[in-house]
């Protein structure tokens, strides 16, 4: 008698990732770099120098006809244009994925316009679609905020979960120094671990595992997401790690309401089961009483003493009580404060549309409160 196993039971579930414009695009490189897997990254953006300097397996050039290869200017509806026009080769590169992530810096032309057309299709394909996105510092000005603003409206339309980080936290709970080099690699390395923790709670096996039916339940027509990163060692560790998880410092909101909630425990084999038990109770309490909340455990053997906790958190009362801060923005520069430099080719740009004027601004009246 021939048994044989059925490898469709066995099959990971396929995850893309759609880094598009500059933001997303420099997003997807810093995933390749820290070795993140068991997902496909694509590149999207109307520039082709940005796309020169993409670490994807697969790169698209949207909009050719439109922005003939040199960016959408800063201009929301010609990188919605753009997209528009590269429809079909969106659609092709979107075939066979089970989930699709959309990162994109929001407020310039390419993501803020795109992200949206991108997500539309995803979700007409059937596809479990998750934005992931931040919003500009006050440093970029109110017009690229409002466009931001403006972007992320009509992208939660068409997605099924929206994570929206607000850069400027990133200033106000960072202890180190803020410079040119790390500002935007702060969001990109936030950008990364929202979307390899859910990736690995699906694809990454574990003691106590999650499919990709638990994400879904979770994620799908969710709204707006909290994701909380907790970690913590000693005596009351669990606590401490929930603790961080339920009110994340980054996105000034809490769980509270979530009627959905996913918790992924990464710890080490010798945990103690009271461990778990407390800091999922501490977690359930903080949600909806009838709260749908899943959880699974890895192991890790290099954690020794420390557990680390991720709270994804969905379908929020109306969604009270859940609020995207948007900080106040400086004054614009203006326009004759501006220099146009010419990229260099040996240069990976650090975001699309950005005003390196106000940054260096900004960053020099950090300098002066400091000294």
Request: aromatic residues 4%; proline residues 4%; negative net charge.
């Amino acid at each position: 008698m021939n048994i044989e196993l059925d490898n469709d039971y066995e099959k990971m579930a396929a995850i893309k990732v759609l880094g598009v414009g500059g933001g997303g695009g420099n997003a997807v490189n810093r995933m390749i770099q820290s070795g993140m897997s068991s997902v496909e990254f694509i590149s999207v953006n109307t520039d082709n120098q940005s796309l020169r300097f993409s670490n994807a397996s697969y790169k698209l050039h949207i909009g050719d006809k439109l922005t003939r290869g040199q960016g959408a200017g800063g201009d929301p509806m010609k990188g919605e244009k753009a997209a528009e026009e590269s429809e079909d080769e969106i659609t092709s590169v979107l075939r066979g994925a089970d989930m699709v992530y959309i990162t994109a810096g929001m407020g310039g032309g390419t993501g803020t316009g795109a992200a949206p057309v991108i997500a539309r299709i995803a979700h007409d394909m059937g596809i479990l679609t998750v934005g992931v996105v931040t919003k500009p510092f006050s440093f970029e000005g109110k017009r690229r905020m409002d466009q931001a603003t403006a972007g992320i409206e009509r992208l939660k339309e068409h997605v099924d979960a929206l994570l929206v980080i607000p850069n400027e936290r990133l200033r106000s709970i960072s202890q180190e120094k803020i410079t040119l080099a790390n500002a935007f690699a702060k969001a990109d390395e936030v950008l990364l671990q929202a979307v390899q923790s859910i990736s690995d709670l699906i694809n990454i096996p574990g003691i106590i595992n999650l499919d990709f039916a638990d994400v879904t339940s979770i994620m799908k027509d969710a709204g707006y997401a909290h994701m909380g990163l907790g970690a913590a060692s000693g005596p009351n560790k669990a606590e401490e790690a929930a603790r961080m998880a339920i009110a994340s410092p980054l996105l000034e909101t809490s769980i509270n309401g979530a009627r959905g909630v996913i918790v992924n425990f990464l710890v080490p084999p010798d945990v103690d089961l009271e461990d778990i038990t407390n800091a999922s109770q501490m977690i359930h309490d903080a949600a909806h009483p009838d709260v749908n909340l899943i959880w699974g455990v890895a192991f890790d053997e290099k954690l020794e003493d420390e557990i680390r906790i991720v709270v994804i958190a969905t379908n929020f009362d109306h969604e009270s009580g859940f609020r995207i801060p948007t900080p106040p923005v400086d004054n614009e520069v203006p326009e004759d404060k501006i220099t146009e430099v010419e990229p260099q080719a040996e240069q990976e740009p650090i975001n699309d549309d950005l005003d390196i004027s106000a940054l260096i601004d900004m960053l020099n009246h950090d300098r002066d409160k400091r000294s």
